[in-house]
C-alpha cells in the first residue's frame, strides 16, 4: 500500500523520523506583499532552480563543443529537456487524465545537517534523496543553512556554497520577500515533492532524477500563495549513499503545477513513499 503525494513532505523532515506519530502539517504561503509583487515573488521561487540552472547549463553547453569525447554522464545530463514559461509554475486547471507513479523508499535515518537519508542504491533511492537534500535547505529560510547542506551532500566537483542552484532559489526567494538571509521565524518554507521521473542512469551508482514540487511558504500575516518548481541533480552512490555528484549541474526540467495536463505532457508522474 501507498499514500498519496500531497502526504509525502512529511517522509524528508527530521521531526517526522524523531516523532513518527506526528504529521507534518501542510504551511500556507502568506507574503505581506501587494499582488503584482506576490505573482514576481511566485515566479522567483518557481523559476529560480530552473532559470539559474538553464544559464549555467547554456554556457557549459556553448564552450563543450560536440558530444565526441563527452562521458557517458555528461551527455545525460545534458540531455535538453523540454522548456515551459515560468507562468506554467502557479496553481491552474488540473487534469481528468491520468499518469503512472513513482515508488519511493523511505528514510530509515537522519544524516548530516538533519537530512533524512538511508536510502537504497536504486534510482528511486536517488531520487528519495534528492528530495529530502532540496527539501532540508529550501524549509531552512536561511542562506547559511543550505550553504552548509550542499556541503555536506555534494561529492568532490559538484556544486559548492556559492554556486548551487539551491542556495541561489533561497537567496532569491528571501530577497524578493524581502527577508534578511537568515530569516528565522519570520517566515516559514515548506517543500512537498509532488512528482518526479528518472531521466536515465549509467550503470547502479549513476542517476539523474527530476523532481517537482509545491514550495509554500508563511509569514506571520498577509495572503497564501504557492508555486511549483522543478530541480534535476546528477545523484552518485559514494560511501554507501546518494550525494549530488561531479560536474555542471543538469539541464533543468520544467517547473508545472502537479496535476496539470502540462506536468503529465512532460512525463511526470506522482511520487508516493512505499508502505512496508
Not at 130 to 156: N, Y
Request: proline residues 7%; negative net charge.
Amino acid at each position: 500500500m501507498f499514500r498519496r503525494a500531497r502526504r509525502l513532505a512529511h517522509f524528508f523532515s527530521p521531526k517526522q523520523l524523531a516523532d513518527p506519530d506526528t504529521e507534518w502539517s501542510r504551511l500556507r504561503l502568506q507574503i505581506l506583499l501587494g499582488f503584482v509583487v506576490v505573482v514576481a515573488t511566485a515566479l522567483v521561487v518557481g523559476g529560480a532552480w530552473s532559470v539559474v540552472n538553464m544559464l549555467n547549463s547554456s554556457a557549459a553547453s556553448a564552450g563543450s563543443g560536440s558530444k565526441a569525447g563527452k562521458s557517458a554522464h555528461d551527455q545525460l545530463a545534458e540531455r535538453r529537456l523540454p522548456g515551459a514559461p515560468v507562468e506554467a509554475a502557479q496553481p491552474g486547471s488540473l487534469s481528468s487524465g491520468e499518469t503512472g507513479t513513482i515508488a519511493i523508499p523511505a528514510p530509515t535515518e537522519v544524516g548530516e545537517v538533519g537530512v533524512a537519508t538511508g536510502y537504497p542504491q536504486t534510482p528511486e533511492g536517488a531520487l528519495a534523496q534528492l528530495a529530502a537534500i532540496d527539501t532540508t535547505a529550501l524549509t531552512s529560510a536561511s542562506v547559511r543553512v543550505a550553504q552548509e547542506v550542499i556541503k555536506e551532500w555534494a561529492a568532490p566537483g559538484g556544486p559548492t556554497s556559492e554556486s548551487w542552484t539551491g542556495v541561489q532559489a533561497v537567496a532569491a526567494f528571501l530577497e524578493s520577500a524581502g527577508m534578511p538571509a537568515e530569516a528565522g521565524s519570520s517566515i516559514t518554507i515548506a517543500v512537498e515533492p509532488k512528482m518526479g521521473f528518472i531521466k536515465g542512469t549509467v550503470g547502479d551508482d549513476f542517476v539523474v532524477p527530476c523532481i517537482d514540487f509545491i514550495i509554500t511558504a508563511t509569514t506571520t500575516t498577509g495572503q497564501p500563495q504557492q508555486v511549483a518548481a522543478a530541480d534535476c541533480q546528477r545523484m552518485v552512490w559514494q560511501d554507501g549513499r546518494w550525494v549530488i555528484g561531479e560536474g555542471d549541474e543538469p539541464a533543468p526540467a520544467p517547473s508545472l503545477w502537479p496535476g496539470s495536463q502540462a506536468s503529465f505532457d512532460a512525463g511526470y508522474q506522482w511520487l508516493e513513499v512505499e508502505q512496508s
